[in-house]
């Protein structure tokens, strides 16, 4: 299988191969009460909240959703292409748990006015996030190319930057430096 070597487009593959087993997470929470957000909400940022169990307001939240999903997937992408792939679960975790933070922090509760009617549905929401984090972690460190991590054992001059070409060299070239003596 090829790798993949743009770190936007393994970032989108990556978190959507993560949202299948979290859309099925969450359809499951709903039916059985487990949960009591629905990403339908997400569909009032753009229309009135009497639309969005139709058919066109499902599909706007799809879009949220999936926009969202993906934005968080290629954040994943850049942490570990900036840190390496060691602990790719973990890194990929602690990006979905911040996207969770501000998704259910920001969005549901101060945009949309939606809060929780159990103290488990936001605990069930962030296990969703950490296994989409997990599987999206994974998913980049295995799909991406070498060339975009840091690892000890590959040669600098082939890495890919994250930013640029050696933007932060020639940057930082003219700054004087600022050594302090202590006594």
């Known amino acids: ?25 969450d359809l499951f929470a709903n039916k059985t ?20 169990n139709t058919l066109r307001g499902k599909i706007v939240s799809a879009l949220v959703n999936n926009i969202t999903n993906c934005t968080t997937g290629v954040a994943t992408s850049y942490v570990l292409s900036a840190t390496g792939r060691d602990k790719p679960i973990l890194k990929g975790i602690g990006v979905y ?3 969770w933070l501000s998704l259910n922090g920001l969005l549901y509760k101060e945009v949309l006015d ?3 009617r159990r103290a488990h549905t936001p605990i069930f929401s962030f ?6 984090g997990s599987i999206c972690g994974y998913c980049v460190s295995k799909m991406g190319d070498d060339s975009l991590f840091p690892d ?4 600098s001059k ?26």
């Open 1 to 25: 299988m090829a790798k993949i070597k743009d770190r936007i487009t393994l970032g989108i593959i990556s978190s959507l191969i993560a949202t299948v087993p979290a859309t099925i997470m």
């Open 127 to 132: 296990f969703i996030h950490t296994v989409a």
């Open 97 to 99: 748990a911040l996207s």
């Open 152 to 155: 000890s054992k590959i040669n």
């Open 158 to 183: 082939t890495k890919l930057p994250l930013v640029g070409s050696n933007s932060c060299n020639k940057a930082t070239a003219d700054i004087p430096s600022l050594d302090v003596k202590t006594n």
């Open 33 to 52: 009460g487990l949960s009591d957000y629905y990403y339908n909400h997400a569909s009032t940022l753009f229309i009135k909240r009497s639309k969005s």
């Open 114 to 116: 939606t809060k929780a």
